[in-house]
């Protein structure tokens, strides 16, 4: 995919997810040749959203997506960092794409496997079905209950205004709650 654009991005990792679901006990390789356009395409939408969300305020901000060692996540995600923050411990601001491919859950969040103690809204109890889903299969993998601003973003997406928004608002918001 040659593409500056974060609707393409996006459209394109769920349209993978739509053909290849999370599925229980039936894990996708990361050596599989079939996974390497999933990869090239979260590599240049790693590229994408740290050229457009570089810095808030002043503030430099870098990015992680999700990769897998041996096995594809079950989550596909884009982590925008602020300074110190890493994707294990920290406060920062996540794009999580739904396990089935219908979109995705953006939001600031905190860490789900070092808790900082934010008030997270509770989306997920016990075996509720979402339409936006971003539980993995364990349970260092359930995203929907750590965000603090959750806004669900539906695929096809066609037009990244609101998302761009909600992305720098959750930047912002990340800040505030890490006192930068």
């Known amino acids: 995919m040659n593409s500056d654009n974060l609707v393409d991005y996006f459209n394109a990792v769920c349209e ?3 053909l290849n679901p999370v599925m229980k006990n039936m894990p ?10 999933i990869r090239d395409v979260m590599n240049g939408f ?3 959203v740290q050229q457009q969300y570089q810095e808030i305020n002043n503030v430099p901000f870098t990015v992680e997506v999700s990769r897998g060692i041996m ?3 079950n989550v596909l995600y884009a982590c925008i960092l602020p300074p110190g923050q890493m994707v294990r ?3 920062y601001t996540a794009i999580c794409f739904d396990i089935m491919g219908r979109g995705a859950l953006v939001g600031c969040v905190e860490s789900k496997v070092t808790s900082k103690g934010l008030k997270t809204v509770q989306r997920k109890t016990g075996s509720a079905l979402l ?3 971003v539980d993995g299969t364990t349970k260092r993998t359930k995203y ?8 669900e973003f539906y ?9 761009n928004k909600h992305i720098h608002e959750s930047m912002k918001l990340s800040l505030l709650l890490l006192d930068l």
């Open 46 to 48: 790693k590229k994408h």
């Open 131 to 133: 339409f936006i889903d």
């Open 155 to 163: 695929y096809p997406l066609d037009d990244s205004e609101i998302l």
């Open 71 to 73: 096995n594809l996540p």
């Open 89 to 91: 411990n920290g406060i």
């Open 144 to 151: 929907n209950n750590v965000f603090v601003n959750p806004e």
């Open 16 to 18: 993978f997810r739509q």
């Open 28 to 37: 996708l390789r990361t050596n599989d040749p079939a996974m390497i356009p």
